[in-house]
């Protein structure tokens, strides 16, 4: 079996919490993806369109800088759980960096995010048309309620 991580994007703590349960269930390594400048709550007020991430998601292609995560801790993965908050329904920029900076290429990758009620589909098919070079497959969305079985079911997939 080959080695697995589990890439995450947190600013809550939601993601966080799914994406240690997600490697506790499957023994893979956990990697925070860290914005270089931190997001402050008022950075992250979507009603706001002045805010950070408004202006992130809506300015055309910006790419907040991130913390380097090591080149070979993709390198070495055959499997790769990508975990983000949805922002506007989609995945915010941050892993928009990580996927321009690191070598993505014929991985296996995982999506799963958090949301309280938006579904994951919207998120997938713009990863999908922005980076085809990855093989993405089914990805999951997770509330706080998520349990290990919850885990193991979308896990059993790979």
Same mark, same amino acid.
């Given at each position: ?44 007020? %979507?009603?706001?369109? !002045? @805010?950070? /991430?408004?202006?992130?998601?809506? $300015? ?7 913390? *380097? ?40 990758? %995982?999506?799963?995010? !958090? @949301?309280? /009620?938006?579904?994951?589909?919207? $998120? ?7 980076? *085809? ?26």
């Amino acid at each position: 079996m080959g080695h697995s991580v589990v890439l995450y994007f947190s600013n809550t703590g939601h993601t966080e919490a799914v994406a240690k349960n997600i490697a506790a269930v499957t023994g893979a390594q956990l990697v925070a993806i860290t914005p270089q400048q931190a997001y402050t709550a008022a950075d992250l007020d %979507w009603n706001d369109h !002045t @805010s950070r /991430s408004y202006h992130e998601m809506h $300015a055309g292609r910006v790419r907040p800088t991130i913390q *380097p995560i090591e080149a070979g801790i993709v390198a070495r993965a055959t499997t790769i759980y990508l975990g983000f908050p949805l922002w506007w329904a989609t995945a915010p920029r941050p892993i928009d960096t990580l996927l321009d900076s690191l070598d993505f290429t014929d991985k296996v990758v %995982w999506p799963f995010c !958090t @949301s309280g /009620s938006s579904p994951i589909d919207e $998120a997938t098919s713009q990863l999908r048309r922005d980076y *085809p070079a990855v093989a993405w497959h089914t990805g999951q969305r997770f509330t706080s309620q998520m349990t290990g079985d919850d885990v193991r079911d979308w896990s059993q997939l790979i």
